[in-house]
T-cell receptor, first 112, second 115 residues
C-alpha cells in the first residue's frame, strides 16, 4: 500500500520536554511538509522540504526543528521553546511539481 | 501577497439541496487550485484540482468546482447534498517559492448537511 504514515496518533508531553513526531512516506515524493492545525483555524505551514538534506522554514517555524536525511522520512521535533505546542499536526508529501498533496492521519499533541 | 480565502466559516444546507462552498485566491501566474475535505481527527483527503483546461472540474464523491479567472474564484459545488458530506472543506493553491513550490490553504469552511 502506498501512502504516508504519521505516528503516534496521540502524544502527551510534559512542559519543558522535547518530543519528535514521525512522518514516513512510500510514494517516492520529493517534497514533504509539516502543518499545524488549531481549532477554528486553517493549516499553518511549519517546515517543508523539497529534497533530501534540504528544508525551509514555513510561517511558524519557531520552536520546531526538522531533518530530511532520507527521502522517505521527515520527522518533526517540537522543542521546549515552542510556547503553545498543543495542536493537531499534519504531515503531507507531494511530487516535485506539487500537483497534489497526500496527507497522513495526523498526530494530536497535548502538553500536560 | 499570495493567498487563498474562504469567506464563510460555516455553510448549512438541507439534504438533497445543492451546495456551494466559496473560495477566492490571489496568486501570481497561472494557479494550481485544489479542494480537500477533512473528517474529525483525520488528515485531509483530496477532492479535486484545477491545473488547466476546462473550467469545470469534476472530482470525488460527486463534487465539482468551477474555475473563474476573472473573479479569481474556485467555488466547490455539489448538485444534491448528503448528510455524509458534513465535514471541513479546505481550498488550497500552489504557489512558487524558493527552490520549488508549496501549497497554502484557506482557513476552512465547515459544511453541515441536515437531514
Amino acid at each position: 500500500d502506498g501512502g504516508i504514515t504519521q505516528s503516534p496518533k496521540y502524544l502527551f508531553r510534559k512542559e519543558g520536554q522535547n518530543v519528535t513526531l514521525s512522518c514516513e512516506q512510500n510514494l517516492n515524493h520529493d517534497a514533504m511538509y509539516w502543518y499545524r492545525q488549531d481549532p477554528g483555524q486553517g493549516l499553518r505551514l511549519i517546515y517543508y522540504s523539497q529534497i533530501v538534506n534540504d528544508f525551509q522554514k514555513g510561517d511558524i517555524a519557531e520552536g520546531y526543528s526538522v531533518s530530511r536525511e532520507k527521502k522517505e522520512s521527515f520527522p518533526l521535533t517540537v522543542t521546549s521553546a515552542q510556547k503553545n505546542p498543543t495542536a493537531f499536526y499534519l504531515c503531507a508529501s507531494a511530487d516535485r511539481l506539487n500537483t497534489e498533496a497526500f496527507f497522513g492521519q495526523g498526530t494530536r499533541l497535548t502538553v500536560v | 501577497a499570495q493567498s487563498v480565502a474562504q469567506p464563510e466559516d460555516q455553510v448549512n444546507v438541507a439534504e438533497g439541496n445543492p451546495l456551494t462552498v466559496k473560495c477566492t485566491y490571489s496568486v501570481s501566474g497561472n494557479p494550481y487550485l485544489f479542494w480537500y475535505v477533512q473528517y474529525p481527527n483525520r488528515g485531509l483527503q483530496f477532492l479535486l484540482k484545477y491545473i488547466t483546461g476546462d473550467n469545470l472540474v469534476k472530482g470525488s464523491y460527486g463534487f465539482e468546482a468551477e474555475f473563474n479567472k476573472s473573479q479569481t474564484s474556485f467555488h466547490l459545488k455539489k448538485p444534491s447534498a448528503l448528510v455524509s458530506d458534513s465535514a471541513l472543506y479546505f481550498c488550497a493553491v500552489r504557489v512558487i517559492n524558493t527552490g520549488g513550490f508549496k501549497t497554502i490553504f484557506g482557513a476552512g469552511t465547515r459544511l453541515f448537511v441536515k437531514a
